[in-house]
Every structure is written in structure tokens, then in C-alpha cells.
């Protein structure tokens, strides 16, 4: 990395730090491991130093798997998860989403914050002013419905009913004790009450698949949920390896729990952009946020929903950003045909 973009990126962690009220005397950790980029640890520590707060970095051993969530990358050693807990602010360079430990780490009122996408991305996804308010209005208003529904002139015709798990809000940094955040956000999504989501969901050309795989969907997959999981999967070569990589995470024969449905909901971030996938292909560090919140998207995902209080923690987690929907909170469209209809949601360009 040239010169001219480490002091670029010295720049964007001390304003990130600044959003995540990061002050003189709090320590900082940033958790690291074999393929994390050494340009953000030393940005990370110059931004702390600046900012008159105390930066360590702890190196794990383990490469996190990235198509994979919740899964337990710090291992059980010693003092390693007090370390943790005792600390201000911890930066995980790696997805933590689902992990038992980041609840326990967030529990004891340490401020998260995710960092794993490409310098040019926390760039431009780096929290616009009126990003955060918007995203409140939006977690108010899904968080006051307690029937949604979820279509498209693609076939999709799905409804659940919430209330049982709270609103997960995201908008891009860290600033209050026991929250988490990801770097780059700008979005929320919820679980639908256990067993209520049924209907039908249409995967359409040109939606998206950002996790595991990183592709663009080339051909339809049509499911058929009910009492909140997938009990039918058809459509071509997109729908076989939907259902291959569900198949492939069963714990047994007759384990359905990658198949629930897991956490939806949508982007509002003005700097996301749907071509972002068509731009760079499939480099994950390219699509992790901003495949994810791009303005109107809408995030239909399978599996577990254990990071906000539910017991599943299957590893048959995929998310499918969606465009073109429309979502009703309780009879009243809020997105319609992948735009928003009600103003206070849409955010300008910083």
C-alpha cells in the first residue's frame, strides 16, 4: 500500500474512532488474525495514539472461516475473554456476527465494532451524515408493526408476524456502551416470530447473493415456506446450489434448522450500490457491507437467529440482498418496488 493511502486510511480510523466516541484514556484492542491486513493495525494504533487512547492488538491463530458465521474464533484461553470485556472498544478484524462470545463481550458494556472490507469501501461507506437517524426512524417503524409483508412482481408473496425479537440496527459505527457495529453499515434487520413467516419467496435475475457465495443470481429460485422454514426449493443451477449448501450444514438427516428463516430487513446507506458485485466480482472484502445495504435492498436470509436472543445456530446461513421489493409494515408500503415511500428513510449522498 502506498504511502499516500496508509496516511488516508490514518485519516478515515481517527473519524471513525471520533464516531465511535472514542476518548483519551480508553483502551482499544483490535483482534487480528493470520490474514488480517497490517496497514489497518497500524492505522488503528495511529488513530488511538491521536486520539490520546491506549491500542493494543490481539493476534488469534485461527483464520475465521468468511462463509461462515458464529463461530469461535478466540478459543478458550485463559484471561483472553476478560481482556476483552475490560476493554473500551474492540475492533475484530473479521465477521464476529453470532458468536457466543461477542454477547458476553457486549454484555459487559464493551462497544464492538466489525472492520473487514477493502480501504476503498470504509471509505465510501464510512457513516454519512443523517445515516443514523434514518436508520432509527426505519428500526421504529418495523419495530411498531406486528404484521409484514414482503413482495414482488417476481411471484414473492411472504408474511410473519414480529415482536418477539427486538430490531437489529446498524449504522456503521460504535458508539454506546454494549454496542456493535460493522464498519461500512447502514441498515436493519429482524427475526420473524418463531414459526409465523409463510408464503412464498422468488429469488429473482439480478438479486444478489453475498453469502456464502459472491455472485449475482443468474436464474430464479423459487421457495415455499412454511411455519416460519423452507419446505420447498425449486428453479435451476442458483436453486441447486441454494439447497446444496443448506443440505451440506444439517447437523442430521432430518435437521431443518438451515432452512428457518432467518433475520430481514433492508438498506438505507445513499453510498451502497447494487453494481458493486458487477465492479469487482466476487472479492468478498468488496461486497460485505455494501452488498448488504445499498438503499432499497431488501435481505431475505436463512438459519440461525441466536445473536438476538433465539436458539438456533445452525451454520446454514445465506443472505440474498433482493431488489425490486415491495414491504407493507402492517398494511402501510414503506419500500415500494425497491424505493422508499416515506421520505425521513431516504438519506442524501455525504
Not at 478458550?76 to 456476527?97: E, Q, T, V
Amino acid at each position: 500500500m502506498e504511502i499516500s493511502n496508509t496516511i488516508q486510511l490514518f485519516s478515515l480510523f481517527r473519524k471513525e474512532f471520533e464516531l465511535c466516541n472514542l476518548r483519551q484514556g480508553e483502551t482499544v484492542i483490535l483482534l487480528t488474525d493470520a490474514s488480517s491486513p497490517r496497514e489497518y493495525v497500524a492505522a488503528g494504533f495511529a488513530a488511538a495514539n491521536d486520539l490520546g487512547a491506549n491500542a493494543y492488538e490481539i493476534g488469534i491463530s485461527k483464520n475465521p472461516d468468511r462463509t461462515r458465521i458464529g463461530v469461535d474464533a478466540i478459543g478458550s484461553a485463559n484471561g483472553l475473554l476478560d481482556a476483552l470485556k475490560a476493554c473500551d472498544l474492540l475492533c475484530a478484524l473479521h465477521f464476529p456476527n453470532f458468536s457466543k462470545w461477542v454477547r458476553e463481550v457486549r454484555a459487559a458494556g464493551t462497544r464492538v465494532l466489525s472492520i473487514v472490507d477493502h480501504p476503498d469501501e470504509l471509505r465510501r461507506l464510512q457513516s454519512p451524515p443523517g445515516l443514523k437517524n434514518a436508520v432509527l426512524t426505519a428500526a421504529e417503524l418495523w419495530g411498531a408493526a406486528r404484521t409484514i409483508r414482503l413482495t414482488n412482481r417476481a411471484g414473492t408473496d411472504l408474511q410473519w408476524k414480529r415482536g418477539e425479537f427486538p430490531v437489529k440496527v446498524q449504522y456503521g459505527f460504535a458508539e454506546e456502551p454494549g454496542r456493535f457495529d460493522h464498519w461500512g453499515a447502514g441498515h436493519i434487520t429482524n427475526f420473524p416470530d418463531e414459526g409465523t413467516a409463510n408464503g412464498v419467496v422468488v429469488i429473482q435475475p439480478g438479486d444478489l447473493w453475498v453469502l456464502p457465495y459472491v455472485r449475482v443470481v443468474e436464474s430464479e429460485i423459487r421457495l415455499v415456506v412454511r411455519d416460519g422454514f423452507i419446505r420447498e426449493v425449486s428453479g435451476g443451477m442458483d436453486a441447486k446450489a441454494f439447497k446444496y449448501w443448506l443440505d451440506r450444514n444439517k447437523r442430521s438427516a432430518d435437521d431443518i434448522d438451515p432452512y428457518a428463516v432467518s433475520h430481514l430487513g433492508f438498506g438505507l446507506h445513499p453510498g451502497a450500490h447494487w453494481d458493486q458485485i458487477l465492479l469487482h466480482g466476487n472479492q468478498q472484502n468488496r461486497i460485505n457491507a455494501s452488498g448488504r445495504v445499498f438503499a432499497g435492498n431488501f435481505l431475505f436470509s436463512t438459519g440461525p437467529n441466536s445473536d438476538m436472543g433465539g436458539k438456533r445456530d445452525t451454520a446454514g446461513h445465506i443472505d440474498m440482498p433482493m431488489v425490486e421489493c415491495t414491504v407493507e409494515l402492517d398494511g402501510k408500503v414503506v419500500l415500494e418496488d425497491g424505493k422508499f415511500v416515506d421520505e425521513r428513510l431516504i438519506v442524501q449522498p455525504a
